[in-house]
């Protein structure tokens, strides 16, 4: 069978650019899971084995870690149900989020430091993963500290589940609780001050971001504490 040598010109001048609309296609498509509300001081992202500065009104994706100097802070939101991390100085995360059947679990793996959270309208498992253990919650607000001597889980609202990794331990810490876990074993005490000391949610903020979700723009108003 014979081929055309016109018909072969034409489709390899035209390979480039049905190459190129369909590269411009797939970025049009947000794929982020979360959005940097605000970013201060030294904040870092690492995508893959690059890392640098993450500023404010960046996306964050599946698998990127986030790392905040001795004077950084960060303040991220999740675009599905608008969960919110508050980063403090020396704290170190890496979002984890996997969609389908209209949800989006998400597990925040935290290595150190400490972080501010709240779920308002939960759709899916929330997870803060530390060293030692793992706090699943429902509906709350919460600080978890993370650090050599273990994890503590100061429940503001609702509700946080503590659970040992080694001994699969597990505690629930309520509103106006502090929990302690060390890997071995969990606890519970009333929270004192000294357990609340420097812990500040901020003054309350709203803003307005633009979401691309396929053809589908939308705008997602956040309401976030500073």
């Known amino acids: 069978m014979k081929t055309n040598p016109l018909r072969s010109l034409l489709a390899a001048l035209l390979l480039p650019v049905l190459l190129g609309v369909v590269a411009t296609s797939s970025m049009a498509q947000d794929k982020s899971v979360a959005v940097t509300v605000k970013a201060t001081g030294e904040v870092l992202v690492k995508a893959g084995s ?40 020396n704290t170190k995360v890496v979002l984890h989020a996997r969609r389908g059947s209209g949800r989006t679990d998400k597990e ?31 509906g709350t607000a919460w600080w978890t500290k993370a650090d050599e001597e273990g994890t503590d889980i100061i429940t503001e609202e609702g509700i946080v589940g503590l659970t040992s990794r080694e001994s699969s331990q597990e505690v629930d810490v309520m509103s106006g609780q502090t929990g302690h876990s060390d890997g071995q074993a969990s606890t519970v005490r009333p929270t004192s001050d000294a357990d609340q000391e420097g812990l500040e949610r901020g003054e309350l903020k709203r803003v307005v971001v633009p979401i691309q979700d396929g053809d589908t723009r939308r705008e997602l108003i956040i309401e976030y504490y500073e």
């Open 108 to 138: 925040v793996e935290m290595s150190q430091g400490t972080l501010w959270s709240k779920v308002t309208r939960q759709q899916g498992e929330f997870r803060i993963a530390t060293p030692t253990s793992v706090a699943s919650v429902k």
């Open 50 to 89: 690059s890392e640098s500065p993450l500023k404010s009104g960046a996306r964050l994706n599946d698998g990127d870690q986030v790392r905040t100097g001795p004077d950084g802070r960060a303040v991220l939101v999740f675009t599905d149900d608008k969960s919110q991390l508050k980063l403090t100085p």
